[in-house]
């Protein structure tokens, strides 16, 4: 028994692996008592996230450990030695029903399946540490606006931390993780593009850091655009961002293009017009692309495929026209366990030959239909939508997201929103954007705070109207 990767398993693993894995929750531990409990929250998620092997340590009846499971249990630990009444702070409410479903789903779908208790409620700690516990450290540690600041602030800092490693790929191939920790943990043969090198740092695959260094840059433009933050280590704010967005042009990743433009419109348009309307339409999108795909049987990837053929190049979509012929196939088979699924063990996966090829799960929202039925994709996507839809509904319009100290929430919230559009395509789980998700979720049921609702009097007031209100408070 020892670590490997888990899309690379014959990969070769150095000693550098099982050292640093072993030795992260200690360090987790150290940082805690060396910064203030949230400040320890980031540097743990993000350092894990950003520079931790991806490797696998498989347990029997626990979750594996790997860098999303160690961070979590060393926060854990670390919250019930140095900040214990952090706990307390927890108050289960309506808006977490969501994500509960989906931590436990995976039990039903195993008993509905004659799987057994024990399988069942292994798959639901496996789903409970990659989902519910980062959710559940959000709720507690990012619940305020200048908690969901400090939050976006690292991840902007980590996407910088990430421009000079992406340059060194860009030039060299992807070789970092291969020369710290033994081995490739991906296909090599997907970095190619163009003519080049996609990056992939220290994560999974090109797609999940561009995906990230989308979020960092998201983040750097609106900081930069609302004066949220107007310079760091002495260097104006705009410095960085180009530096930002001129290496995330060398990620060559299509995809993640498109989400940054998308996310830049909803933003700019919100400042413009103080409107939410783009964000809400994409979350109804969503749901109509899921119910037309999962819930009909009326799609048809021919359809899709020809209008795409007609903006896009053919060899650009070739990947994508393989990826909807699978989803076809897997559709079709999960609706025949259609409520919750049909568990672990690759069972919702079809056999395509006499040599036992299977189909290819990429989409997220796939795999949820597939595992854990209907109940599972919906408590999926609402687990992650729901505060979204709270917070800029009731607490945080969108005439208010360029308030500098809402800006960090409202930017964050859109980049979760974008972050479900790419499960649509990919399944890339990312604790960052859940932690993110707890936060919002907890700020989405707290009232507004009230030096915010005085700007916003000031804004939407005549001048005399908004000085006799603030007399009034006084």
């Not at 800006?407 to 972050?419: K, N």
Request: hydrophobic letters at 50%; glycine letters at 8%.
């Amino acid at each position: 028994m020892g670590f490997t990767f888990p899309n690379n398993p014959g990969g070769y693993a150095a000693i550098t692996v099982p050292i640093v894995m072993f030795l992260w929750i200690p360090v987790v531990l150290y940082l805690f008592s060396r910064f203030p409990a949230r400040k320890a929250v980031i540097i743990s998620f993000l350092a894990a996230w950003l520079f931790l092997p991806q490797a696998r340590l498989v347990l029997p009846s626990i979750p594996d450990y790997d860098k999303i499971s160690a961070t979590c249990y060393g926060i854990l630990l670390a919250t019930f030695i140095f900040d214990v009444g952090r706990f307390r702070t927890f108050k289960f409410s309506w808006i977490d029903v969501p994500m509960a479903i989906w931590c436990f789903c995976p039990f039903i779908s195993s008993m509905t399946n004659d799987l057994g208790p024990y399988d069942g409620f292994s798959t639901l700690l496996d789903q409970t540490m990659s989902w519910g516990v980062p959710y559940f450290l959000g709720r507690i540690y990012f619940n305020t606006l200048e908690g969901l600041r400090q939050l976006a602030m690292g991840i902007f800092i980590g996407g910088l931390v990430y421009v000079p490693l992406c340059l060194i790929e860009v030039r060299i191939s992807p070789q970092l993780h291969k020369i710290v920790y033994g081995d490739f943990p991906h296909s090599f043969a997907q970095t190619i593009r163009d003519g080049g090198y996609r990056p992939n740092v220290f994560m999974e695959s090109g797609l999940m850091l561009s995906a990230f260094m989308m979020a960092a840059t998201l983040i750097g433009i609106w900081f930069w655009q609302s004066g949220a933050v107007k310079q760091m280590w002495n260097i104006p704010i705009s410095w960085l961002v180009w530096a930002l967005i001129i290496t995330f042009a060398l990620l060559k990743s299509y995809g993640a293009y498109s989400l940054l433009i998308v996310g830049i419109g909803i933003l700019f348009i919100a400042k413009q017009f103080r409107t939410a309307i783009p964000i809400f339409i994409i979350i109804v999108g969503m749901g109509v692309y899921l119910y037309v795909n999962a819930g009909t049987e009326t799609y048809s990837s021919d359809q899709l495929v020809a209008y795409l053929s007609d903006i896009f190049p053919r060899d650009r979509i070739q990947s994508y026209v393989f990826r909807l012929n699978n989803e076809e196939i897997l559709v079709k088979h999960a609706r025949e366990r259609f409520i919750f699924g049909w568990g672990g063990w690759s069972r919702s996966r079809v056999i395509l030959d006499e040599f036992g090829n299977t189909t290819i799960q990429d989409s997220l929202w796939v795999i949820a239909l597939g595992q854990f039925g209907v109940v599972g994709l919906l408590s999926c996507f609402a687990s992650m939508l729901s505060p979204v839809i709270a917070l800029f509904s009731t607490r945080y319009p969108a005439s208010l997201w360029f308030n500098r100290k809402v800006a960090a929430a409202a930017v964050l919230a859109v980049i979760i929103t974008l972050y479900m559009v790419d499960c649509i395509l990919n399944a890339m789980i990312n604790p960052i954007y859940i932690l993110a998700c707890g936060g919002i979720a907890t700020l989405a049921m707290k009232p507004r705070e009230r030096e915010i609702s005085m700007n916003e009097r000031r804004v939407l007031q005549p001048k005399w109207q908004t000085e006799e209100s603030e007399s009034a408070v006084s």
